[in-house]
């Protein structure tokens, strides 16, 4: 069986029971097919919600942190090797020794794990184009770009997904995500971005490194080019091989109020898909070069402080 595919079976059975209970992802409206709503399960879980599914949530979070740490290869290695037989001494290895040490206020890390999970579990036939909890800056500090680097491969067509995550409370989500789109996605800062963790190919899949190996050729060629033109040799990349982009945002933000009534949880995510699509429709994205394709999650959280505390995603790794 091919690493990828061996993989995906891992992932599967651990992961996609549990958030099938955990998470209820609704259809997409016809008319509004660039954002996806999301909610904790409470519906289909609980006949009395306990409003503890924070907890819940955490842990389906906290299981996947083994897939955010580590590369498709390194994942089956380490499987076959036994290395991950006690799925919860992995997570607090990786916890302590793969990622780098954040201030508490500073700590993204909810995030990017919940949206990684999202997209593992919604995109299955997605590849790694790096491992994004291993990559370090020229000056060493942690990379500042994508909170997320996929692709996938649909009979020939590829698409990079480069996403942007966001925890917190509901200005701050949407602010952030703005910010992002005007400043993280324009032609030089994507391919200097590109270039950097296109050389980063540890553990990824044959198909990752396939990828990595045409664009690390590109960097050679115009490695003693200027920004802009390298730039420009990568957009002119892209529309040769027909390379598209996507941006997938994920607002994950503190609203209590939408779980107040288990019978009325997809009519209140309605509402707010409505007031979400209305505040990025006022805002104008302008890319210069290429036109990518945004796509907003937008998951509302029933007790945010606890599920970014000991008591939720972080229980028994601090």
């Known amino acids: 069986m091919a690493t990828y595919k061996e993989y995906k079976y891992i992932y599967k059975n651990q992961i996609e029971d549990m958030f099938n209970t955990e998470i209820t992802v609704y259809p997409l409206h016809d008319d509004k097919k660039t954002i996806v709503p999301l909610s904790h399960n409470c519906k289909g879980k609980c006949s009395a919600c306990s409003h503890d599914c924070y907890k819940t949530l955490g842990e389906l979070m906290r299981k996947n942190l083994v897939f955010y740490c580590y590369g498709e290869e390194e994942v089956v290695k380490k499987y076959k090797s036994g ?28 995030s990017e794990v919940l949206f990684d999970l999202l997209i593992q579990s919604l995109l299955p036939d997605a590849y790694k184009l790096a491992v994004r909890a291993i ?12 909170d997320l680097t996929y692709f996938t491969n649909e009979n020939g067509r590829v698409t990079l997904w480069l996403g942007q995550a966001k925890l917190g409370d509901e200005s701050y989500c949407k602010s952030g995500i703005n910010q992002d789109l005007t400043s993280k996605f324009d032609t030089e800062y994507l391919s200097k971005q ?19 190996d045409i664009i690390n050729q590109l960097n050679m060629i115009t490695i003693e080019q200027n920004e802009q033109n390298r730039a420009k040799a990568f957009v002119d ?6 390379i598209s982009i996507n941006i997938p945002c994920l607002l994950a933000y503190g609203k209590d109020s939408i779980y107040q009534s288990v ?24 890319f210069s070069g290429f036109q990518p ?16 505390g000991n008591g939720g995603f972080y229980e028994g790794l601090h």
């Not at 019978?263 to 302008?286: G, P, T, W």
């Open 83 to 110: 290395l991950f037989s006690n799925l919860e001494n992995a997570i607090k290895y990786a916890y302590k020794n793969r990622l780098p040490k954040r201030m508490p206020v500073q700590d993204g890390l909810p």
């Open 135 to 146: 990559l370090r800056q020229n000056d060493n500090n942690e990379i500042k770009g994508y």
């Open 194 to 212: 590109i270039f950097f963790i296109a050389e980063k190919q540890v553990g990824l899949s044959d198909e990752g490194i396939q990828l990595t």
């Open 237 to 242: 990349f892209l529309l040769r091989k027909n």
């Open 263 to 286: 019978s009325d949880v997809e009519e209140e995510i309605n509402r707010e898909v409505e007031r979400i699509e209305k505040y990025f429709d006022s805002h104008k994205y302008v």
């Open 293 to 308: 394709n945004l796509l907003f999650f937008v998951f509302p959280i029933e007790n945010l402080i606890g599920l970014r």
